[in-house]
């Protein structure tokens, strides 16, 4: 069952923490599939959110076939969020257990 938030249809929940939930989206009007960040910010903690748009702002800035692409950044409802380009591919935590697994984890420290 999917929700809509703003013009994102959420289609399916990827993950979620202290921080906020992400979803994968579509946006309806041009197809454009996203991922959205939801981002908890607890009232008053303005120094939080005011570092997490600095960030979200220096990382649209980037241009590199090997980042995804910030689409957009807003407020939906009171919630703070940000559109990231959606990208095939395998999750950063099953690459590091397959890394891990192919080698020592943890590298043994020399002496």
């Keep these: 069952m999917s929700e809509t938030f703003g013009v994102w ?7 979620q923490n202290e921080l906020g939930d992400t ?5 309806p009007s041009d197809g454009v599939q996203a ?7 607890d009232a008053g903690d303005e120094r939080l959110a005011a570092a997490l748009k600095q960030e979200i702002a220096l990382a649209a ?3 590199h076939p090997a980042a995804a692409r910030i689409l957009e950044q807003g407020e939906v409802r009171g919630i703070p969020y940000v559109a990231i380009e959606h ?6 935590a099953r690459a590091s257990g397959a890394a891990r697994a192919l080698s020592a ?3 043994p420290m020399s002496r």
């Design 9 to 15: 249809e959420l289609r399916s929940q990827l993950g």
């Design 23 to 27: 979803h994968l989206a579509i946006r």
């Design 35 to 41: 991922v959205i960040k939801r981002i908890r910010i």
């Design 61 to 63: 800035q980037l241009n």
């Design 87 to 92: 990208v095939l591919g395998i999750t950063l």
């Design 105 to 107: 984890w943890p590298l």
